[in-house]
Nanobody, 120 residues
Framework: QVQLVESGGGLVQPGGSLRLSCAAS????????MNWYRQAPGKDRELVAA???????SIDFALKDRFAIFRDNDKNEVYLEMNSLKTEDTAVYYC??????????????WGQGTQVTVSS
């Protein structure tokens, strides 16, 4: 059974940091592009960061100075490091696994999401 389980979300003050984790089971992340998306209330889900099966990385241009994505194929986990958080980073963050790098398809796997709230 394929599962993606996110953790590490929560409430953080502006300027703070969080590290999100995504634990995969039922498949090997080394065969997949692994991605983090986020969805704020009333907005579309957007791609935040991606890492290909071969190790390429892509971060949303507006976030690249604050966010980083890492994968540990041995642990079957992927991480999103978020620094200097802003209130506009508040969203539900989703882990995603897909066949193609930077291309979302109906066959992608999704986690249930973890809430990140940035507020003083």
């Amino acid at each position: 059974q394929v599962q993606l389980v996110e953790s590490g979300g929560g409430l953080v003050q502006p300027g703070g940091s969080l590290r999100l984790s995504c634990a995969a089971s039922g498949f090997t992340i080394g065969d997949y592009a692994m991605n983090w998306y986020r969805q704020a209330p009333g907005k579309d889900r957007e791609l935040v960061a991606a890492t290909s099966a071969s190790g390429q990385k892509s971060i949303d241009f507006a976030l690249k100075d604050r966010f980083a994505i890492f994968r540990d194929n041995d642990k079957n986990e992927v991480y999103l490091e978020m620094n200097s958080l802003k209130t506009e980073d508040t969203a539900v963050y989703y882990c995603n696994a897909g066949i193609y790098f930077l291309t979302r398809t109906s066959g992608d796997f999704w986690g249930q999401g973890t809430q990140v709230t940035v507020s003083s």
